[in-house]
């Protein structure tokens, strides 16, 4: 007689052989990685003030060139809003000069990407333009379009667009072989093939020039306040250089610089949202 017995939904089956402790393991490996996320950036910043501190008290640069950190703190705590407000005009004209530097250096990308002829044909004189250096433009651009956002917006495109263009042809253009003999396979138009295929190829490619690009939009931005700028931190830190408090202007650049980081963490966050794939599919460290 067949012994039969029924499952006992309650008890579960135990887990094989070292699956537990290699379960924890991993648990607490992915938990140390993410706590080093989050603490290792503020010790390399706390190395680097406290290098900053001992420079200033040894004198080793004269003041006026590099303030004692706890000077340039004072400077900001004295006048708060007046630097926010700085701040946002240069985070604003960042944010604008990197959406228009995006669009048109997709769009140039593609068609540089579509069509060996164009690509040959303009390759060159984006390189040219690339090659100029972008602060003797800055009395031309005040000229040609006078003072305010126009020419500091100019600027910040002139500094971004070509990493953008380079980044999106070369994705383009870099297909990978077997994905590209699929799409074949299916008998896929040509539009098909690029949105389903090409471009999602792409991005990962697209976000690397976007990365180099960013840091580059708020120097631009920086630059053109020099320039033709009423406001922002540029403006900032010409004006009070040029009444000998060093303190207000480093911290003027050290605003710029934690700009520059946030906007650069926050493109971090959308690459890793709008391309999940990739860290799947890649190795990590």
């Not at 984006?126 to 600027?155: C, D, F, H, R, S």
């Not at 077997?178 to 389903?196: C, G, I, P, T, Y």
């Not at 926050?266 to 460290?285: N, Q």
Request: aromatic content about 8%; overall charge neutral; hydrophobic content about 55%.
């Amino acid at each position: 007689m067949t012994d039969v017995r029924s499952a006992d939904p309650a008890v579960a089956e135990p887990p094989p052989p070292g699956a537990g402790p290699e379960v924890g393991r991993a648990g607490r490996g992915a938990g140390l990685r993410a706590g080093a996320d989050a603490v290792l950036p503020a010790v390399g910043i706390l190395v680097a003030l406290a290098a900053w501190w001992l420079i200033a008290r040894l004198e080793l640069v004269h003041p006026f060139a590099l303030p004692p950190p706890g000077d340039v703190f004072s400077a900001f705590v004295e006048k708060p809003a007046q630097m926010l407000e700085h701040t946002w005009d240069t985070t604003l004209e960042i944010l604008i000069g990197f959406a228009l530097s995006v669009a048109a250096g997709v769009l140039i990308g593609l068609s540089l990407a579509s069509s060996r002829t164009v690509e040959r044909m303009f390759t060159p004189l984006l390189v040219a333009v690339n090659a100029v250096p972008k602060i003797t433009l800055g009395p031309l651009l005040v000229v040609a379009l006078g003072w305010g956002q126009k020419p500091i917006l100019t600027m910040v495109f002139l500094l971004c667009f070509f990493p953008i263009v380079l980044s999106t042809a070369t994705g383009l253009t870099t297909t990978p072989a077997d994905l590209a003999e699929l799409v074949r396979s299916w008998n896929a138009s040509r539009w098909q093939a690029f949105r389903k295929v090409r471009f999602p190829a792409a991005l990962p490619q697209i976000f690397v020039g976007l990365k180099v690009a960013m840091p580059l939009a708020a120097i631009g931005a920086v630059i053109g306040e020099f320039q033709a700028g009423e406001s922002g931190l540029g403006y900032v830190i010409t004006q009070y250089a040029g009444i000998g408090d060093a303190a207000t202007a480093w911290a003027a650049i050290m605003l710029v610089a934690l700009v520059s980081i946030l906007l650069y963490s926050a493109l971090l966050l959308i690459e890793r949202f709008a391309l999940p794939w990739v860290r799947e599919t890649t190795s990590s460290r």
